[in-house]
């Protein structure tokens, strides 16, 4: 068993956190304040071939395996401890390799190079005001008349809204073509929001990732090229389990970057910090604290890279059963966000006042962290019940 990285993936590593602690970390404060990740940076990082890097070489992407763009979302996890431009990140990679994987050769002609230009947004559209985990019951209807589908519903909580809305690109949009037939009767179909009758988007105000837009999509007999579809009619549902499963192991190690260097910094602070006559570091309390969230980070850090790896043993190589990328990527969906979010909270603490203050170095990574707790990408609860169907077999759960 052999957990080092290749000597390329080490250079990948080095060469990309060098250039995002030049181009994205100075920016961090500005794009919180602001709510946008500001377009340079964007275009920084297509420079730098991370944005879409899954897609194939021949639309602009790197055709990138899951190990190595598991580092990237790391590193951007690190370098932006907001987590906002670690959901830019993700949503390009995870939503870009199935629209690579299985879109129609004009779609992703017309799409995939401005996504990894930096051009174009995309992202999944699947959340409804119902919820989000519930995919199989939603509402949405993508129903084909001739050579066009005619969308009618509302999604909700769509992160990149106004990103779409402002710059161009869109979203995998899933919808009920056969609604007889629940799950089975979902399609994928490529959806942009600018300049499309029938389509209306409004924005919802986050307490975190504020880099990011989050917002609402409403569709009103609103008309899409056959072309646009993902795929096979009535096969989108298996789309966004792959993509999801793919997002959720990216999710998973942009958080534990984040954590990490936000535990850097509470180092960094209570070896500097003086109460009562000593340094906070001298405290058994605070010592006991940082061991356990160190040792915590690490082992979430190796299920992240299992799980990464898993993914492409199963989607690339054939060699594992979907079985195998459902534990391994539930399990990580589940660990790493809450042992971030621990390990974020505390050190905060550990800063008192200052770690409350907006203008403090760690108040801004709470608050995103927070968001993967409440569901993105997936609910913890959900991913507790799709471990333990695996594990008792669907028959006994």
Not at 231 to 241: I, P, S
Not at 295 to 303: D, F, P, Q, T, V
Not at 322 to 329: A, C, D, G, H, Q
Not at 375 to 384: D, I, P, R, T
Request: with cysteine; proline share 3%; charged share 25%.
């Amino acid at each position: 068993m052999d957990f080092s990285f290749s000597e390329e993936q080490e250079l990948f590593r080095s060469s990309l956190r060098e250039g995002l602690s030049k181009h994205l970390t100075p920016r961090v404060k500005e794009l919180d304040s602001k709510g946008e990740i500001p377009r340079e940076t964007i275009r920084e990082m297509a420079r730098m071939g991370i944005l879409g890097m899954t897609i194939s070489e021949e639309y602009g992407g790197m055709g990138a395996d899951m190990i190595t763009t598991t580092i990237a979302a790391e590193e951007v996890g690190r370098a932006d401890i907001t987590l906002a431009t670690a959901v830019y990140f993700l949503l390009e990679a995870g939503w870009g390799y199935i629209f690579d994987r299985y879109g129609k050769p004009s779609a992703k002609e017309q799409v995939l190079p401005r996504v990894t230009s930096g051009e174009y947004f995309l992202g999944i559209a699947s959340t409804e005001p119902g919820g989000g985990s519930d995919v199989a019951g939603e509402k949405t209807l993508a129903i084909r008349k001739g050579d066009k589908y005619v969308i009618n519903g509302e999604k909700m909580y769509i992160s990149g809204v106004a990103e779409a809305a402002k710059y161009g690109g869109g979203f995998l949009l899933v919808a009920k073509s056969a609604p007889e037939l629940a799950h089975k009767g979902m399609s994928m179909i490529y959806t942009p929001v600018r300049d499309v009758p029938g389509v209306t988007t409004s924005l919802i105000r986050n307490m975190g990732r504020e880099g990011i837009s989050t917002g609402v999509i409403v569709f009103k007999d609103a008309e899409l090229p056959a072309d646009y579809l993902i795929g096979e009619e009535n096969k989108g549902f298996y789309y966004a389990m792959e993509g999801f499963n793919h997002a959720r192991v990216l999710v998973s190690a942009a958080c534990i970057g984040a954590a990490q260097r936000v535990l850097e910094l509470g180092i960094e602070y209570i070896k500097n910090r003086e109460v009562f006559g000593q340094k906070l570091s001298k405290f058994q309390g605070v010592q006991f604290q940082l061991a356990e969230h160190y040792a915590k980070l690490e082992a979430a850090r190796a299920l992240v890279y299992k799980a990464a790896w898993v993914v492409d043993q199963h989607y690339k190589l054939n060699k594992l059963s979907l079985s195998e990328v459902i534990k391994s990527v539930s399990a990580v969906k589940w660990l790493a966000p809450v042992f971030a979010f621990d390990a974020i909270k505390e050190v905060a603490t550990w800063f008192g006042a200052y770690g409350y203050s907006k203008d403090g170095p760690v108040e801004a990574s709470v608050r995103g962290a927070f968001s993967y707790l409440m569901g993105a990408e997936g609910a913890l609860n959900v991913m507790k019940v799709l471990l333990a169907k695996e594990l008792l077999g669907k028959e006994h759960a």
